[in-house]
């Protein structure tokens, strides 16, 4: 059997956690942070964020603009659908597919996008 915990450093206050046995413990990072200029995503139109990528372990995304709000999509839909981020939101998702954004807005949105990937 396989557990993967999140852990921290510091002091633990609670036990009701009770492991017996040898417990093998791995930090597991990611290898890589890859950045790129923020996207432009222009007024009534969807644009890919990031395309699919099987190495990624996740991918951020934020809302540059300070008042319009943008969609986050899985397909290039001209539609309010997906997960709406706000001026200056953003998002942290766990996904491997492509990512696109839709701007309902009347004016040209930025949208700033980080992954991180696992390198073989």
Request: proline letters at 4%; glycine letters at 10%; charged letters at 15%.
């Amino acid at each position: 059997m396989t557990v993967e915990l999140g852990f921290g450093s510091g002091q633990v206050d609670d036990n009701r956690l009770v492991l017996q046995g040898d417990v093998a413990v791995k930090a597991i990072s990611p290898d890589a942070l890859t950045t790129q200029a923020p996207a432009a995503v222009p007024a009534g139109q969807a644009v890919e964020l990031a395309g699919a990528n099987t190495a990624r372990a996740e991918i951020m995304v934020k809302n540059l603009s300070l008042s319009e709000t943008i969609w986050i999509q899985g397909a290039a839909t001209v539609a309010a659908h997906g997960l709406p981020l706000d001026g200056k939101e953003g998002v942290v998702l766990t996904v491997k597919g492509a990512v696109y954004a839709y701007n309902p807005a009347g004016v040209a949105v930025s949208v700033a996008v980080m992954e991180t990937e696992a390198l073989a």
